[in-house]
């Protein structure tokens, strides 16, 4: 949505690329982005990359941008001027948007000189780590919804308006119908989804007044909030208003925002049912997250589910421990050994292999150089500055939908984590 912008870069970017400058190190270096593995997730969803490649090769250093530099007094003019020079002539390797993948493996390699590839650094991990988060999470809920409609709502809990939209894409992608956000629907077309508000059920002066004004006015979207003041009474009086305005409804239901939604949930298919209300739908909203969803569905009832805090920032992985690392130069792999915080160096491609059933068997991380009989998952997006691939919303929603298939059943587990099938090959082992 927003521009990126070159200063979204911390300022040790900057000031190593004054050292490289100044020591001739300015020469070949390959970067690459991925997550370590944590035990809250069993699987990723890339999102945010073909975006991201877009903006990086448009990124330019203004004359303000050079002026607010040399005011901090850090950087030569001969760093400046290769500054206000900037073009990313460099190449791009990405898992494409709606891709699932697994912790450790590479989502972008980014192949440049030393400076280019470093000054990246901080917005790569800004770009993309909260989509990959936002999306995970809503694959988790869309893995147990089983079919109900998905609808997004976490603008409003949302790090500002950029986060806000790009959440919406990345629930839509991660197997979300669509989005309340009308924003993220105008630039991405995302389908929108809204009901009401309990300050709209507050102007009236009786819920009874409030659902039959709003129904003659959208009879098509006639979807009450229940629960402003008492949930159950709230469901009487839309079945109220509903049997009053039998046959002009073409589309009727309840929301309930709060209380024991399974109780509550089917209270109302009950009362549904003995009133002969059966096309009534039933929404459910409010802080909901996989596992109150995966209660409903085997407890309660529901035809569609409103999601929004749980994706905007998750309760049990808010941050994704997303890293960029140097994995190497002209000297050869360059490895981490940190305790607890090893990277594996090489410039690296991924091949997934399947098992007889169409099912994922495990991935091969392999170096570039070594070429195995599998799907390789990262793909050429910028080559020598050029932008290769386009991003549409629903081609990425469609690889994760395909994704989603092939992938066993027990990754899909939101009680238990296993380890990624993944195996390195022989040349990336670190004895």
């Known amino acids: 949505m927003f521009r990126s912008h070159p200063l979204l870069t ?14 001739g190190l300015n020469d070949y270096a390959v970067f690459e982005m991925n997550i370590r593995h944590k035990k809250e997730r069993n699987y990723y969803v890339s999102v945010g990359v073909l975006e991201l490649a877009k903006e990086i090769t448009q990124l330019r250093f203004s004359e303000e941008d050079i002026e607010y530099l040399r005011s901090l007094n850090r950087f030569s003019e001969d ?17 494409p948007d709606g891709r699932i993948f697994f912790a450790n493996e590479p989502v972008v390699v980014i192949k440049a000189n030393r400076i280019d590839g470093q000054i990246l650094e901080t917005l790569v991990l800004n770009t993309l780590a909260y989509q990959i988060n936002s999306a995970s999470k809503a694959a988790r809920v869309y893995s147990v919804a089983k079919g109900k409609l998905l609808m997004e709502f976490g603008a409003r809990r949302a790090s500002g308006i950029d986060a806000a939209v790009k959440v919406s894409k990345a629930a839509y992608i991660a197997g979300f119908d669509g989005t309340s956000n009308l924003l993220a629907g105008k630039i991405y077309g995302i389908p929108v989804f809204g009901t009401m508000a309990h300050s709209f059920v507050q102007t009236f002066p009786s819920e009874f007044e409030a659902f039959l004004t709003f129904a003659k006015v959208y009879p098509d979207n006639a979807i009450f909030l229940v629960d402003t003041y008492d949930t159950v009474s709230g469901i009487e009086v839309a079945i109220e208003v509903m049997k009053l305005l039998m046959g002009s409804l073409k589309m009727v239901g309840i929301r309930i925002d709060s209380g024991d939604i399974v109780e509550l949930s089917n209270y109302a298919k009950k009362r549904f049912e003995e009133e002969g209300l059966t096309s009534v739908k039933i929404v459910l909203s409010g802080d909901l997250d996989e596992w109150k969803i995966a209660e409903v569905v085997r407890e309660g009832y529901a035809d569609a589910f409103g999601v929004g805090t749980e994706i905007v920032l998750p309760s049990d992985r808010p941050s994704l421990g997303a890293i960029y690392k140097l994995v190497e130069d002209k000297e050869g792999f360059k490895h981490k050994f940190s305790k607890g915080k090893v990277v594996i160096g090489g410039s690296k491609q991924v091949y997934r292999l399947y098992r007889g059933d169409g099912k994922i068997e495990k991935d091969i991380i392999a170096h570039e150089s070594v070429h195995y009989d599998g799907e390789p998952l990262l793909v050429p997006i910028v080559k020598e500055g050029e932008l290769l691939l386009e991003h549409d919303v629903k081609e990425a929603r469609e690889r994760f939908l395909r994704d989603f298939s092939t992938l066993p059943d027990e990754y899909k587990d939101i009680n238990i984590t296993f380890n990624p099938p993944i195996e390195y090959s022989q040349e990336l082992k670190i004895m």
């Open 10 to 23: 911390d300022l040790y970017e900057l000031t190593m690329g004054e050292v490289y400058l100044r020591e």
């Open 79 to 95: 760093f400046l001027n290769y500054l206000k020079n900037f073009k990313f002539r460099g190449d791009i390797w990405g898992i």
